[in-house]
């Protein structure tokens, strides 16, 4: 894997992250989706990449 996939890589998980600790635990059954929708999109992202 090249310095730029790796570089790449990490600023998708970095934004997953930080997207993530916007979320509040407490906010129900919409956000756990959300969160669950958030680890989804990067998962795709990362296997993208490393394709």
Known sequence: MSDI???RMS???DMGD???A???DDQGREANIARTKI???VMW???G???
């Open 45 to 47: 992202a990362v296997k």
């Open 39 to 41: 680890e989804e999109a």
């Open 11 to 13: 600023a998708i998980k």
């Open 49 to 51: 990449i490393t394709r």
């Open 18 to 20: 930080a997207f993530l």
């Open 5 to 7: 996939e790796k570089n």
């Open 22 to 24: 916007c979320l509040v």
